[in-house]
């Protein structure tokens, strides 16, 4: 800590209080993760569920309040006596920028410190072009979602929901460098480039493992303690949620699913060769010039093409060769899908991807499936559903990434005196101290592309 951080972290400690020392640090993480999470909303509960005494809990209380992070104006509810006051998590303190990188669209948002969204934007891209040019529009979006916000706040931190396995960097409290999970990223500085432009610390999930979180936290999965989500697309890949906790595996690479043999017709492959949308796009196309498949036989007459899209709809209207097609895929999908349930056994299956949620014949062939080949206890309760959070999953999922991250008691206790983690000793070492630039300017984006959804 340098001169003038001890002297501001000592006035912040106030007069004729205890002294709060770096021992003290340990129950000053604890009682602000009791308030941001919730479970606790007084003094009184935080005493109990801290096991601390009341002039502890009042020394830490109020060194918070100097830093910003909480806040007691509110009161409670009187029970009898004088009304409490409610401890709060100050959530707006900082801002954490989103953003959901798919192969043919590009999603960003703003959410608080608790995850909650706040602003979201989406609109068409290819991942296949330069990754400059997608580092200087994600920079332009990020500079618009914030200046859309009523209360100019500072970024604390990014965080960027990718299609690829992200590797896990257990030892590594922010990402230093760009991963390779594109082949275009290999020679761009994607994540120093965010760093250095907005000073703050960088994440990076797979959109599998951020659409799992999202579903965790405020969808189907809330409240729940295990859940298996499953995404479905040219890719297949699964979330795993254990003891309330998405498990990443030793290196990022947890439910790789789309890489297990499965068999079909006496044909052996990969679950994503054989059962992903490029099987229902190839397949159809077969269906189409073979005329068993009326609906896209006519499709393919009038020029248009045959995609897995195509055949989720001629599926949906009773085309039986398309039917089929999707039935085939469900069930492949379901044999692998029952396999992990008996091996988990979840409270719920989430289903997502634009086929699982739009055809009912691959949903169906999915339940068929695993109803039939798993154990009674395990689907005595087990619910298998589609996500109804949509696109907003992967931005939601993120922002839990980064809070999370941000407020992990690793993390933390290095940056908590400072009351902001760009002020974080390893941060300042990698990225140079944090500059106190106020947010930029109006920027009037987004203004190019025909294919976006209007925030």
Not at 92 to 100: C, K, M, V, Y
Not at 128 to 150: G, H, I, K, M, Y
Not at 196 to 209: K, L, M, N
Request: hydrophobic share 40%; with cysteine; aromatic share 4%.
């Amino acid at each position: 800590m340098d001169a003038n951080a001890a002297a501001e972290s000592s006035r912040l400690r106030g007069k004729g209080r205890p002294r709060t020392s770096e021992t003290a640090i340990p129950s000053l993480i604890e009682i602000l993760n009791l308030i941001r999470t919730e479970r606790a909303s007084t003094r009184q509960e935080l005493e109990r569920e801290a096991e601390l005494g009341r002039a502890v809990v009042a020394d830490r209380l109020q060194l918070l309040s100097d830093l910003n992070l909480v806040d007691e104006s509110e009161l409670g509810h009187a029970t009898g006596g004088r009304a409490p006051r409610l401890v709060k998590f100050s959530a707006r303190r900082g801002l954490i920028l989103l953003a959901t990188l798919d192969q043919m669209s590009i999603g960003v948002g703003v959410s608080d410190l608790s995850g909650n969204l706040l602003t979201q934007h989406h609109e068409a891209a290819n991942l296949t072009a330069p990754v400059a040019q997608l580092a200087d529009r994600l920079t332009s979006l990020f500079n618009w979602c914030l200046e859309r916000q009523v209360t100019p706040t500072a970024p604390w931190g990014i965080s960027l929901s990718v299609p690829g396995t992200v590797p896990s960097g257990r030892d590594d409290a922010f990402m230093t460098t760009t991963p390779p999970v594109l082949p275009a990223w290999e020679d761009f500085p994607l994540v120093e480039t965010l760093t250095r432009q907005f000073g703050v610390p960088v994440w990076i999930r797979s959109s599998v493992e951020t659409m799992a979180m999202g579903e965790l936290h405020a969808g189907a999965g809330h409240g729940l303690r295990s859940m298996l989500f499953v995404k479905v697309g040219r890719r297949i890949g699964a979330g795993i949620v254990c003891d309330g906790q998405l498990y990443r595996g030793a290196q990022g690479a947890a439910g790789l699913i789309g890489a297990l043999p499965v068999v079909s017709d006496g044909v052996t492959g990969t679950l994503d060769v054989m059962a992903g949308s490029d099987m229902i796009e190839r397949e159809g196309r077969a269906a189409a010039e073979s005329g068993r498949s009326p609906v896209l036989a006519d499709l393919l007459r009038r020029g248009a093409e045959i995609t897995s899209i195509e055949v989720s709809q001629a599926a949906q209207i009773g085309d039986p060769a398309a039917s089929a097609i999707l039935s085939k895929s469900g069930h492949l999908i379901g044999q692998v899908v029952a396999t992990l349930a008996n091996a988990l056994n979840p409270e719920i299956i989430v289903l997502s991807g634009t086929l699982v949620q739009t055809n009912d014949n691959l949903l169906a062939g999915i339940r068929e499936t695993v109803y039939g080949a798993s154990h009674p206890l395990v689907t005595r309760d087990l619910r298998i559903i589609c996500s109804q959070m949509g696109s907003s999953a992967g931005l939601v999922g993120a922002a839990r990434v980064a809070s999370e991250a941000l407020f992990s008691p690793s993390f933390l206790k290095d940056w908590i005196l400072h009351g902001k983690p760009n002020m974080h000793p390893g941060f300042v070492a990698y990225h140079g101290p944090a500059d106190k630039a106020e947010p930029p300017p109006p920027n009037h984006l987004p203004p190019s592309d025909p294919g976006r959804i209007a925030p």
